[in-house]
Structures are given as C-alpha cells and as structure tokens.
C-alpha cells in the first residue's frame, strides 16, 4: 500500500478510517500503544538540543501524536492536545487563556462541573465570570467588557439542548478581541465544524463518542493557528498527559465514528418522534427534529445529530418518575453518554437562571440496540409511571 502523501484531499469519512496511519510501522494497520516516561539520546548535542521529535514521555509520543493529528483533522484545527478527561480540557483551556483581573462570558446551560470550577477555581484567582443565557445571539456584544477575554459556549447545552448562533457569537467576540471557545462535545467535533463558525477553540469530552465504548477518560483541545502555542504552553507547563491505552482506544474509536453516529442518530430521531405521540410526554427537546426547539439552527450549522436529547414530563410528581425510571431493563442510569448503550437520567437544570419551565425532565442518550425494544422498554416505564401517579 503506498503511504498517504496528503491525508486531507480525501472526504472526512475516509480521514476517519486513515487516521493515525503514518505512526503505524512494519504494515500494521493501527499505531502502536507506547507507554514511556524516559526516552533516550544518542548523544549530549541531541540532548541538549531536544531536537528530536520525541524528548520524554509527557511531552508526546508516536500513540499521542497519532491521536492528536486524528482529532486535529476530524475538527479542521490547527492541531490538538489531549488531556486526561473533558473536565480537565476545560480548565487547561481556560487556565491558559484568563489571567487576574479578566472578565469571562459563560452560557448558562453548561456542563454543571464546568461551572463549579468556574465559580471556584478561576474566581479564587481573580477572574469574572458572567452567565449568559444560551439564546442570546447577537445581542451578546451588550455584554462585553473592557476586560472580557472569553466567550464559552456549548451548543446544544446538554441538558436542555438550547442551540447557539455561535456564528453571531463569534463575530461579537472577535469584533470585540475576546476568544470563543465551544463545547463541541455533542456533535463529537464531527456533526458541527467549530471553526468554520468563527471559534477559535474547541473542547470536545473524547469520553463520549470519540471513544464509543464507555471505558475510557478523555478530553479535547483543538486550536487554531493564532491560539495553538500559548495553549501548547500551558498543557505542558500544567504536567497535562493522557494514559497511552486510553488514546489508543480514542484512536480505535475515531475509526469508526461515523458509522457509530449515524445509527445513534437514526435510532435517537426515531424515539424522539415515538415520545412526541406519547401522552406522558410536554414536549421533546430535541434540535434534530422538525419542529422542536433550536431546530433551524441546528439545520443552518449542523451536519447530523448524536443520540443525546430531552424530554419534558406532564407530570411533576417524583415518585412516579422514580417507579418509571427503577424498572426499566435497556436504560440505564448513569452520568455520561456517548458509548453505545442506551442512558436516561432525571434533567437537572436547577442552575440555569434563563431557564423558565419547572417540568420534570429526563435526558436520554439513545444507544445502538433496536428502536423496537428500546421503545418497549419506556413504555412499560410510562405504565409505571402511570400507575404511581
């Protein structure tokens, strides 16, 4: 097989299939799992230099570098870094870019550790930070400061699935000289091109779907260009390192996201629109599905959808939430999503300040066994429901 000269000429389905390739040695297909701490040098001169490519074990090697060039294409960055969860990408990310004194616009629907360690750490250090509600759009230049740097966002927000104009939200910000920085973990970075959108960062939780399988801990950060080497400098400053079997499961997984997304996506739209006929159910919260919620631009920006969506309850009692939820056999209950099985939750949204119905909610992640008996499987719930009510 002749070595791939320019891996990008090819459509995103087959950069999936190619990536990592060219760590691979010797005709074996994928990259080998390096686990190194100390790496050696031929000689003083090369030492200390630290001219060649690989210097000690933090600092990459050929299973980190494979991955991180995968991730780099799969988002259109400039290139990435990998660190050891979602969580710890954000805050490598914002600890990188916000210094004492900066003031922080954060969207109001994000990831509820996110906003812990906003509202800790970075305010024990000195940084502001102002929530925004989701759907501001344009008007967000309302809300720039002098000394606002960051803009963050995550669309859909993974409770309640508000859709951003992130376009209008990063021309504010770069008109403005702050940097917009996404979530991107809902679209996998594969379903919504962040940077074709005017992002200059984007954060994606490889636990999720990169990985596919709900056995590994990982996190994204793709840069551009102009933001690559200070956020290179902090990662390694920081002693950031992801573990080599990990990024070596991300990299299996990358393989086959798209085949992997495209049944999640199958199966979640089937189900949203079965919940939509069901008594039981207000309203599904689903950007993917005609006439829902956030569903023209998701259609504007979006190329596909995941399996993670919401519903809203007609019923607010707890208990009969609770005997729906005790029973079911398919879902389960459990934080995360993105592997291949089905999850459903209770919706949290106590903190959102814009957010404005009290309805009991669920969040599902559709995963990839038979609509059918996935349908079966909720329908028994909602008896039970039914029955407590």
Known sequence: MTKIADPKKFRAETQLVTAGREYSEHGIVNPPVYHASTILFPTVEALKSGAQPYVYGRRGTPTSRALETAIARLEGGHDSRVCSSGLSAVATTLLAFLRPGDHMLMTDAVYGPVRHFCGTILKNHGVEIDHYDPLIGANIQGLLRKNTRVVYAESPGSQTMEVQDTRAIAAAARKHGALMIIDNTWSAGYFFKAFEHGCDISITSASKYVGGHSDIMLGAITCSGETWPQL???????????????????????????????????????????????????????????????????KRDFTGASGLFSILLNTRSQEA?????????????????????????????????SWHDDSLGLRLHIGLEHPDDLKADLASGFARLNAAV
């Open 232 to 298: 290179k400098e902090a990662f390694g400053t920081l002693g950031q390192y992801a573990g080599p079997d990990d990024m070596y499961l991300a990299l299996r997984g990358l393989h086959t996201l798209d085949v992997r997304l495209e049944r999640h996506m199958k199966n979640a739209l089937t189900i949203a629109e079965w919940l939509r006929g069901r008594p039981e159910v207000k309203e599904v919260l689903h950007p993917g599905l005609a006439g829902c919620r956030g569903h023209e631009l998701w």
């Open 321 to 353: 939430v609770a005997a729906m939820l005790n029973g079911l056999e398919l879902f389960g209950m459990g934080y995360s999503w993105g592997g291949f099985e089905s999850l459903i939750t209770p919706l949290d949204v106590r903190w959102r300040s």
